[in-house]
Nanobody, 128 residues
Framework: QVQLAESGGGLVQSGGSLRLSCAASGRTFSSYAIGWFRQTPGKDRTFVSAIDWNGVRTYYDDSVKGRFTITRDDAKKTVYLQMNGLKSEDTGDYYC?????????????????????WGQGTQVTVSS
C-alpha cells in the first residue's frame, strides 16, 4: 500500500509558476507509477501528467506539454509537478495518484480508474 499527500498549491497570476509535490509513504513507492489529475467543480478528474515507476517515461496532456514537467525522487518518495506559464484554465484541485507497476499502453496512465491510491488534493487558482 501507499499513502499520498499533495502540497504546493496556491494562488498565482497568469504566467506564473507553482511546484506541486506528492509525498508518499509506504515501502514500495518505487514500484508505482504516479499520475496527476485536475478536477474542477461539477466535472470529472482529468489527466494532467504521469511518470512511470522508474522515471524513464513521462506523459502529458496536450494542454500542458511544454509548460509542465513531472519528476520523481524515490529517495524522498516524492513526485513533483513543476507548472510554468500557468493559465486560468489550469485552475482546479490537483490530485496525485498511484498505480502499481509499468505498462506499455500509455493510455492506461491517463485513465483515473486505473489508479488505486489517491491523495486529498491541493488547490491551484490562476488569476487572469
Amino acid at each position: 500500500q501507499v499513502q499520498l499527500a499533495e502540497s504546493g498549491g496556491g494562488l498565482v497570476q497568469s504566467g506564473g509558476s507553482l511546484r506541486l509535490s506528492c509525498a508518499a509513504s509506504g515501502r514500495t513507492f518505487s514500484s508505482y507509477a504516479i499520475g496527476w489529475f485536475r478536477q474542477t467543480p461539477g466535472k470529472d478528474r482529468t489527466f494532467v501528467s504521469a511518470i512511470d515507476w522508474n522515471g524513464v517515461r513521462t506523459y502529458y496532456d496536450d494542454s500542458v506539454k511544454g509548460r509542465f514537467t513531472i519528476t520523481r525522487d524515490d529517495a524522498k518518495k516524492t513526485v513533483y509537478l513543476q507548472m510554468n506559464g500557468l493559465k486560468s484554465e489550469d485552475t482546479g484541485d490537483y490530485y496525485c495518484a498511484a498505480v502499481w507497476g509499468g505498462y506499455s499502453d500509455e493510455a492506461i496512465y491517463t485513465r483515473s480508474r486505473e489508479y488505486g491510491y489517491w491523495g486529498q488534493g491541493t488547490q491551484v487558482t490562476v488569476s487572469s
